[in-house]
């Protein structure tokens, strides 16, 4: 079982599951925003549409967090996540920065 299915299914069957934590681990990463997306933001933002440039920097921000969070619960033994949140920030009008933190578990293989 990999750590993503681990994290869809421990919603479902948190009483059936049994797992040791292993620690907290986070993930972060800042990225830019690059000058185009400022400017599709600025239209959309005039017309009060979605910025799609801005959600997919979002996205992806949030996928680069996510994984670097599974490599230190990989480091640290675990071989899940529970208890996962996200955290988004904006450092000024250009930076756009996502941190995830969860706690790494071992959740042992049924029988």
Not at 89 to 106: E, H, L, Q, Y
């Amino acid at each position: 079982m990999n750590l993503i299915s681990f994290f869809l299914m421990e919603q479902k069957y948190k009483s059936q599951i049994e797992y040791a934590v292993a620690n907290l681990v986070s993930g972060e990463i800042v990225i830019g925003t690059g000058y185009f997306s400022n400017l599709e933001a600025s239209f959309s933002d005039i017309f009060g549409v979605q910025s799609t440039e801005y959600s997919d920097k979002i996205k992806k921000a949030k996928t680069l967090a996510l994984n670097d969070m599974i490599a230190e619960s990989t480091e640290k033994g675990g071989n899940a996540i529970i208890g996962v949140s996200y955290d988004i920030i904006t450092f000024n009008r250009d930076m756009i920065g996502v941190s995830v933190n969860g706690t790494s578990v071992i959740v042992e293989p049924e029988q």
